[in-house]
């Protein structure tokens, strides 16, 4: 593929045409955010999947007469109070993080994608009474309802997931809703309506899959705020207990030893920092990589 000076993309004449999905490699591996995004979550993944073999320790294994002990020796990045390898918790700490913001996500896209394209396309009465739920949902912080929800039904990681998957569906249903309201508009989606095709097969055969890119975008978003609401609430005390390796908790248990022992606070929160980053990077690249708007840029 050669670019003339005016921007154009020109393809030689002994080519066959890009697919697709060639012309979306293409672009992504021109996008800087999203390859080092996309290098850092693969690393996360293969972390939380290969947890068992990467870590040095047993994450519950506590030994009191190494309460504590500074980076270097046996313990690469030390002990917490209760004598266990911060390393390995920190590797094990990977499993929760992702596969809670996972969760978090898979419930908000079940429930928002198809609210999202119903009120879109039936539009009236329907998507004033949708929308107008979503705003009141919204006008509440999302942490706030959380805490309700988790202080009503017990701190555990499923409460925590279900309570932020559910309030995390207004945020996928207003991306959805919005390219909805575009395609529904489409002249192909016009056509498909006049032919006499019932609303099902214009809405998964036409809608659905030009709202894919918007929501895989969103998705790889999502997921860097959920690991941080999870965090945060575990590290209130009212998402994982103890002694499940998870990050949050971990920063919890750091700050009561920040001045004398801070590679404990400090490990967990590096972590946070990585992870939220990756995904932010991924989530940012996606969206310029998805945009036909930054095609020739």
Do not use: C
Not at 33 to 50: D, E, Y
């Amino acid at each position: 593929m050669e670019i003339d000076a005016a921007g154009i993309q020109s393809i030689p004449a002994d080519q066959a045409p890009p697919t697709p999905l060639s012309m979306f490699v293409w672009r992504f591996r021109r996008n800087t955010k999203a390859v080092v995004g996309l290098v850092i979550v693969l690393s996360l993944i293969l972390i939380a999947i290969f947890a068992p073999i990467l870590a040095p320790q047993d994450p519950l294994d506590g030994n009191l007469s190494a309460s504590l002990v500074g980076p270097g020796g046996e313990y690469l990045l030390g002990t917490d109070k209760n004598g266990r390898d911060v390393l390995s918790r920190l590797i094990y700490g990977a499993r929760v993080a992702i596969g809670g913001a996972l969760g978090v996500v898979i419930i908000s896209e079940l429930i928002g994608v198809p609210l999202g394209i119903w009120a879109g396309y039936k539009g009236g009465r329907v998507d004033a009474v949708i929308m107008r739920f979503f705003d009141l949902m919204l006008a509440f912080p999302p942490l706030l309802l959380s805490f309700a929800v988790v202080a009503a039904f017990g701190p555990s990681l499923r409460n925590v997931i279900i309570s932020l998957g559910i309030l995390y569906v207004p945020f996928a249903a207003r991306v959805v809703r919005s390219v909805t309201l575009v395609q529904k508009e489409m002249v192909y989606t016009e056509a498909a309506r006049a032919m006499g095709y019932p609303q099902r097969r214009i809405v998964f055969r036409h809608i659905l899959p030009n709202t894919l890119s918007s929501v895989i975008v969103v998705t790889s978003l999502d997921l860097a705020f959920a690991m941080l609401d999870i965090a945060a609430l575990s590290f209130l005390g009212l998402g994982v207990q103890p002694p499940t390796p998870d990050w949050g908790t971990m920063l919890s248990e750091g700050r009561a030893v920040l001045l004398t022992s801070p590679h404990v606070a400090v490990g967990a929160g590096v972590a946070i920092l990585i992870a939220v980053l990756g995904f932010n990077l991924l989530g940012d690249g996606l969206r310029d990589v998805l945009d036909p708007r930054q095609a020739n840029k």
